[in-house]
């Protein structure tokens, strides 16, 4: 297990390096001046000048980039003060500290993304169960029709339908807004219950449906046969030997949608403005804002990577067949 988490851990590390050094160096290749962003329309070369010195954009580009990766674990000091590890720089727009921005944000797409998990995950494969359970009767009909009209509904499109519906209209929920669950967790959830219940009806399709075939599936291989024929009962055989073969694929999607969660739900967080990591990334591209955009950009990578690695770990517990070797 030690080995293959060493293992991954430096394959991700050099995939998270090779994304941010391709970033950087595209960005320098737009034609535009960065400095332009923090000094307005009345800018002269002097005042020009001043910003790329204290922002450190006088040197070149690739002394640029080293000093942008030795200042994530050692810190910077800047003209516009000290930037401690892990320094992500200052942003272009407003000359705030990028990590400090990003550490403000992030709870709203953490609690964006572990509520909506929770939701889709537990009816999709709920769905999926009862699907595979009543093979053929109009259970299973009924529900395999609905996960495909779901999966061809957007965010957009529902959570824009939702919000007239359910919060303008009738009033039955609260407006979606995000409130730190440690100030007021009934607020908390009032406010995050829409965005969480739009976002996993996408989700639950995908899971339903990936549910459904892997426990028909599981419920035709020998060892499930060789259960049944030893006169194992059957709520037995499904949990105990189906559920647990079935559930190796659902983990394998589920730590991808997990990890896209926690980079940021873009189109998720502006149907319901909501102030995360997806707003600010699309914010910073918007702005030309290198240090903000590698910011989100480094902090989705880590964690669409550490999430792959969780699930690969998890499937030695999940199916002993699999080694991690």
Request: net charge neutral; with cysteine; glycine share 8%.
């Amino acid at each position: 297990m030690l080995r293959f988490l060493v293992r991954r851990t430096l394959g991700a590390s050099v995939i998270i390096l090779l994304i941010s050094a391709i970033t950087f160096f595209l960005f320098f290749a737009l034609p535009s001046q960065p400095a332009m962003l923090s000094c307005g329309k009345n800018c002269d070369p002097a005042a020009i000048e001043i910003i790329n010195r204290n922002l450190g954009l006088d040197d070149p580009v690739p002394v640029q980039y080293w000093h942008y990766l030795v200042g994530i674990f050692a810190g910077r000091d800047f003209d516009l003060g000290d930037c401690p590890a892990p320094c992500l720089g200052y942003s272009f727009k407003d000359q705030n500290l990028v990590w400090e921005t990003i550490v403000d944000r992030y709870p709203t797409t953490l609690s964006l993304a572990v509520g909506g998990a929770v939701v889709f995950l537990v009816v999709g494969v709920g769905i999926g169960m009862i699907a595979a359970a009543r093979r053929g009767t109009l259970v299973d009909k009924t529900f395999s029709s609905l996960s495909l009209v779901a999966n061809s509904l957007q965010i957009y499109f529902v959570g824009t339908i939702a919000l007239w519906l359910l919060v303008d209209s009738t009033g039955i929920l609260s407006r979606p807004a995000y409130t730190p669950i440690t100030e007021d967790p009934v607020k908390w959830f009032s406010g995050m219950l829409l965005p969480w219940l739009i976002i996993s009806i996408v989700f639950v399709a995908n899971y339903s449906r990936m549910t459904r075939s892997q426990m028909v599936e599981q419920l035709g291989e020998e060892h499930v046969r060789t259960a049944r024929a030893k006169g194992m009962s059957r709520r037995t055989v499904f949990f105990r030997y189906a559920w647990r073969g079935a559930m190796a694929p659902i983990v394998t999607i589920l730590g991808i949608d997990i990890g896209s969660l926690f980079g940021g739900a873009m189109i998720t967080e502006f149907t319901f403005t909501l102030h995360g990591l997806g707003r600010l990334a699309v914010q910073s591209v918007t702005d030309k804002d290198l240090p903000m955009l590698m910011g989100v950009m480094l902090v989705s990578c880590t964690a669409i990577v550490l999430a792959n690695i969780v699930v690969d770990a998890l499937y030695a517990f999940i199916d002993p067949r699999v080694r991690l070797a």
